[in-house]
Every structure is written in structure tokens, then in C-alpha cells.
T-cell receptor, first 113, second 114 residues
Framework: AQSVTQLDSQVPVFEEAPVELRCNYS??????LFWYVQYPNQGLQLLLK??????LVKSINGFEAEFNKSQTSFHLRKPSVHISDTAEYFC???????????FGTGTRLTVIP | DAGVIQSPRHEVTEMGQEVTLRCKLI?????LFWYRQTMMRGLELLIY????????DSGMPEDRFSAKMPNASFSTLKIQPSEPRDSAVYFC????????????FGQGTRLTVV
């Protein structure tokens, strides 16, 4: 069985400061990895994904995540956060060869003015 | 396309009543996921379908829950009888079958069982 662990349930950070949201997964097979963002009272939206190739992937709004196979991690980072980044962030994993999609418990990012 | 459409957006019902949540997939998508979101347990995968066929329902909490896809574009999640601990936000998501495609989520149904 696979699982996704997001160790930090809440992360407060000051505006323009850097942030890292941690994600670790466990799986016996190769995986694809995703980060989704959920704004209040909305569904989840894809932020970025790792499928293959370069282990560093980036989103259009300045977030990036790096796939580390040896550490089974896919941490999300942003060098300078904005108030508008306040949201809940979910890490997700799909097993290679299966059309499943499992999520972590989420990290609530709060950007403080 | 209007995206994944869920109805109703909010549902308040009494314990013991039957509840049916509905989901319309994006046209052309052939995979459908149902999730339940609570503060305590986060986002739980309940069941998913490929081409109208249930693939994995191991996340369905108990026999009171059932899900169907009567056609390629529509799904229902039914709870009978409902209990207060079923209160949560229920999301459905759809995508084209294949691991490199994005899953699109509906706005969710907030269920309150009193």
C-alpha cells in the first residue's frame, strides 16, 4: 500500500519570506507526484506535477518542487510568498500502472502581512 | 466545458435519511474519483472508476455508502442511512485515463447530517 505524508498541518510565514512544504511518500513501485492547491470553499487545482525527466518542476506562480527518489520526497518551495498564496496545499501520488490518486492530509499555508 | 459539476453544493439532512450526491464529469474524461474531506482525516479517496467500472472501492467506509456510474458522464454517491459522522465535504474529480493527466475537481458538496 502507498501513503503520502505531509508532516506540517499548518505553516505560518511572513509575506516575502521563503517557504517549504514537506511531502514524503511510500510506495513499492514507481510513482507520479503532484501538488494541488485548495482555496477557501473551492475544489482542488493542480499546481505542478512530476512525471519523468528533470526532477525539478515549476509552476507559473513561482512554486517549485523537487523529486528526490532516494529520500522519497517531493517538497514544495517558494522563495518569496504573497498574501494570495494563503491556501491549503495537498501532495498526491499515483502508482505507475494504476489510475489511482492518493492525497496527503494537506498543509495550510498562512501568509502573514 | 463547464468543468466538473457537483450537486447539491450544500445538503443538510437528518440522521437516518438517504442522501444522494451527484457528479457530472468533464466531456471526454473516462476516470472518476470520489473523495471525502474532513478536518480530522483530510482528503480520503473513497472509490474510483475507469470507463464506468469501479476499480477500487477499498476507501468506502462501510456498506451504507455506494457509488455508481450509470453512464460515461455521470456518477452518484449514495449514503443510506446517513449518520452524523458522515458530515464532510465530498468531492468528485475526473480525468482522462492515463497517469500524466490532470485530475479536475468539482466544487464539492458540503454534507451536514444532524
Amino acid at each position: 500500500a502507498q501513503s503520502v505524508t505531509q508532516l506540517d498541518s499548518q505553516v505560518p510565514v511572513f509575506e516575502e519570506a521563503p517557504v517549504e512544504l514537506r511531502c514524503n511518500y511510500s510506495s513499492s513501485v514507481s510513482v507520479y507526484l503532484f501538488w494541488y492547491v485548495q482555496y477557501p470553499n473551492q475544489g482542488l487545482q493542480l499546481l505542478l506535477k512530476y512525471l519523468s525527466g528533470s526532477t525539478l518542476v515549476k509552476s507559473i506562480n513561482g512554486f517549485e518542487a523537487e523529486f528526490n527518489k532516494s529520500q522519497t520526497s517531493f517538497h514544495l518551495r517558494k522563495p518569496s510568498v504573497h498574501i494570495s498564496d494563503t491556501a491549503e496545499y495537498f501532495c498526491a501520488v499515483s502508482d505507475l500502472g494504476a489510475n489511482n490518486l492518493f492525497f496527503g492530509t494537506g498543509t495550510r499555508l498562512t501568509v502573514i502581512p | 466545458d463547464a468543468g466538473v459539476i457537483q450537486s447539491p453544493r450544500h445538503e443538510v439532512t437528518e440522521m437516518g435519511q438517504e442522501v444522494t450526491l451527484r457528479c457530472k464529469l468533464i466531456s471526454g474524461h473516462n476516470s472518476l474519483f470520489w473523495y471525502r474531506q474532513t478536518m480530522m482525516r483530510g482528503l480520503e479517496l473513497l472509490i474510483y472508476f475507469n470507463n464506468n467500472v469501479p476499480i477500487d472501492d477499498s476507501g468506502m467506509p462501510e456498506d451504507r455508502f455506494s457509488a455508481k456510474m450509470p453512464n460515461a458522464s455521470f456518477s452518484t454517491l449514495k449514503i443510506q442511512p446517513s449518520e452524523p459522522r458522515d458530515s464532510a465535504v465530498y468531492f468528485c474529480a475526473s480525468r482522462e485515463q492515463g497517469l500524466n493527466t490532470e485530475a479536475f475537481f468539482g466544487q464539492g458538496t458540503r454534507l451536514t447530517v444532524v
